[in-house]
């Protein structure tokens, strides 16, 4: 019983589980923003055309006050998204589900009070069709949904003729129905291609051998957070003798080598939050920031002891122990990252000066906080 749950949920999720949707919220939103950034002007240009056919045509002059009051609606609804619920993936969610019930709501009164002798074909296009215009659980959807059709055969059973309510009803229902399978599908289709692109994206900025991010991950991380942070810390680790230990043992120890030397790194990141990449080659690159920087440096030297220390195998032998020289810079006030970059590289020359296996900072580094 347990396991059909469980599949049930998955199945409502489109395939995967709610903690998919919720590492993917902010690929989500980006859909749904677009989604209903086009729906939106959508809707009020509609508003605006029956508005104006209100005014024109005496048969529809009593329904204008309805009209007018939607579009009106839906102009507010516009300029709060621009403002707040393009940033907001709260505001986004809101949005949407105040979106459908303003739309259920004016389909039922097109459907019912506004045409008791006709098919509430507005109502049943709406039903089948706007739950695969956005990315959400298929069971929040369909239970908003379900509120709409009682809602609707309520306002039904109240207007129309028995015959027309009777259908409108009997329709709802049968797309109802059809309209949860197709949403699920077409949810589990674009869930899927989330899923493609999320390990596409992670394959292009993460270094396969060392599973560190690599230099495109590094010029993200570096844009995103290096001009709104002063007190920043660059380190710079190179494998000392790579090229010769390379040679002598073969690629394979190389590669363990390297990833040895990652994994310790990748101990220290996770304890302290620092960033780490693999810049190439042998070369990977720390950065600390804000309170962080200055733990940073004094980690740097554990880094180097852990590393030396280390004993690893290689093809079932004991492979010879690494060293690595470190240098390392603070940020300068103002200063561009290419400045900041080069003078934590020429630290790392310093410490290849000094003898390797050493730590060595830039000689002109601001004093630490």
């Known amino acids: 019983m347990k396991g059909m749950l469980e599949n049930l949920k ?25 989604m209903i950034n086009g729906l939106l002007p959508l809707m009020t240009v509609i508003l605006a055309c029956y508005l104006v056919l209100s005014v024109a045509m005496p ?33 986004t969610r809101f949005l949407i589900w105040l979106f459908f019930v303003l739309i259920y709501s004016f389909v039922t009164l097109i459907g019912t009070a506004f045409g008791p002798d006709t098919p509430a074909v507005m109502f049943i296009v709406f039903l089948l069709t706007m739950p695969m215009l956005i990315i959400a659980p298929v ?42 399978f197709l949403c699920q599908r077409v949810l589990e289709s ?15 900025k993460y270094d396969a051998l060392t599973e560190l991010p690599n230099r495109r991950g590094l010029d993200e991380f570096v844009q995103q957070a290096y001009p709104a ?44 939050g620092f960033f780490a990449a693999r810049f190439g080659g042998e070369e990977f690159v720390l950065i600390g920031t804000g ?31 690494l060293t690595v020289s470190i240098g390392f810079a603070r940020k300068k006030p103002g200063e561009e990252f290419s400045d900041l970059f080069k003078r934590a590289d020429d630290a790392l020359y310093l410490a290849k000066d000094a003898g390797k296996n050493c730590v060595r900072t830039s000689p002109d580094s601001p004093p630490q906080e």
């Open 139 to 180: 069971h929040h959807t369909y239970t908003l949904l379900s509120v709409a059709l009682v809602a609707f055969s309520i306002a039904a059973v109240r207007f129309k003729t028995p015959l027309y309510a009777q259908m409108d009803m009997i329709h709802g229902i049968t797309c109802l129905v059809l309209g949860f």
């Open 291 to 321: 309170c962080s920087a200055a733990n940073l440096e004094t980690q740097l030297e554990t880094i180097r002891a852990d590393i030396c220390s280390q004993k690893f195998l290689c093809q079932n032998h004991l492979a010879d122990r």
């Open 190 to 204: 674009r869930i899927s291609l989330l899923a493609s692109n999320e390990q596409l994206n992670r394959l292009s």
């Open 10 to 34: 998955r199945w409502c999720y489109g395939g995967q589980d709610r903690t998919f949707f919720a590492a993917q919220q902010q690929a989500i939103h980006a859909y749904n923003c677009k």
């Open 59 to 91: 048969s529809l002059s009593p329904y204008s006050p309805v009209y007018l009051v939607y579009f009106i609606i839906l102009i507010l609804m516009s300029v709060f998204f621009e403002i707040k619920g393009r940033r907001s993936i709260s505001c």
């Open 229 to 272: 942070c002063e007190a920043l810390t660059l380190a710079m680790i190179d494998v000392d003798n790579f090229k010769e230990y390379n040679d002598t043992l073969g690629h394979q120890c190389g590669d363990a080598a390297l990833t040895a030397v990652a994994k310790t790194i990748q101990q220290h990141t996770a304890e302290s």
